[in-house]
């Protein structure tokens, strides 16, 4: 019999898990070291989120682990070198919902930038009164992409619905997006120094933490927004708090954090009259979740038929001719 285990499981997905394999373990919690050795140690096969890590250290003590199948695009909190070393399949789910993740970012923007909190407060509080409410129309604004992976290629779908101007910083070129959207490709400074707007769907590693610090701050257009729904280590936090205060920035929207586990090292940022903070929900959606299961669990049958899962976690093979992202920081 096949050990499964499943990790960081919502209440409201409890159920279609186990109707899916009803012999498998479900854990809602994120675990970590000890506990989560303890609570795999007989596995064969995890299905886990992100937050939980599997470091070599974990991986070497779960002697029975032969697949793990994250539900997520990114592999990064797995130790890809080890499970190979192993012998552990490692899937994920290629896109469990680029779409849901590029809605969000027009939910944070029309959200502010029309003023429909504020607007519904007012309302409630039985003025019905325009005054103070003038927003800020998307049409012919100039919006900056930072990759145009798969969210980026959707937000510029969406950017191209609402008639603005589509720049798009990445080291490779998808072809099709300049062809149906005007999407021009830019450097990261031609795109600072030209978007009023500026989203972020680069992943997090090296040569990206802190890309978006004083020094890129400072090349931006003033009044400039500032969107991030990928990753929250992007942003140097002590730099946009002081470019949010000087008015270099006029909004921040932002579904991440850098410091997501240390509200004391965000209150000041959070709390700042022209940031707006959602608790990286910009995934969960009733599309996404879905998807994330269902193609989770497939990945499971066809491993336990014999045969290679479909969304197998193999680098993928691409030529890019652009320069790199580089991250600006300040010498």
């Known amino acids: 019999m096949t050990n499964i285990v499943f990790l960081e499981v919502d209440t409201e997905d409890h159920a279609f898990v186990q109707q899916r394999f009803p012999q498998g373990k479900i854990i809602s919690d994120t675990l970590s070291g000890d506990a989560l050795v303890d609570a795999c140690k007989d596995a064969d096969v995890i299905s886990c989120f992100i937050k939980t890590h ?18 997520s695009v990114g592999c990064d909190h797995i130790d890809m070198d080890t499970c190979k070393k192993r012998g552990i399949t490692v899937c994920n789910v290629p896109d469990y919902g680029s779409h849901v993740i590029a809605e969000h970012v027009f ?9 429909i909190p504020e ?34 290629r959707r937000v510029a779908e969406i950017a191209y619905g609402f008639g ?20 021009k490709y830019v450097s990261l400074e031609d795109a600072f120094q030209q978007s009023d707007i500026m989203t972020l769907h680069v ?7 802190h890309m978006i610090n004083a020094k890129a701050f400072a090349a931006m257009k003033d009044g400039v927004i500032l969107v991030n729904t990928a990753r929250g280590s992007l942003i140097d936090s002590r730099a946009l708090l002081d470019a949010l205060k000087s008015g270099k920035v006029g909004y921040a929207l932002l579904d991440v954090l850098e410091h997501e586990q240390n509200f004391t090292e965000n209150k000041e940022l959070i709390s700042h009259p022209h940031v707006v903070t959602t608790p990286h929900i910009a995934f969960y959606a009733d599309d996404s979740m879905r998807n994330m299961y269902s193609d989770s669990c497939r990945s499971i049958d066809q491993w336990m038929q014999g045969k290679e899962p479909e969304h ?19 010498s």
């Open 107 to 115: 939910a944070l923007l029309l959200s502010k930038l029309r003023h």
């Open 54 to 71: 599997f470091t070599q250290d974990i991986i070497e003590k779960l002697t029975n682990l032969k697949l793990i199948c994250t539900r």
């Open 203 to 209: 992943p997090d590693t090296k040569e990206t933490q």
């Open 119 to 152: 607007g519904d407060k007012q309302v409630e509080s039985g003025t019905f009164d325009y005054h103070g409410l003038r927003g800020m129309a998307l049409r012919g604004k100039t919006i900056g992409i930072i990759g145009t992976g798969k969210i980026g």
């Open 312 to 330: 197998v976690a193999h680098p993928l093979n691409v030529v890019c001719d652009l320069p790199k992202i580089q991250n600006n920081k300040q």
């Open 164 to 183: 603005m101007e589509i720049l798009a910083v990445d080291q490779c070129r998808t072809l099709q997006i300049v062809e149906k959207l005007g999407v």
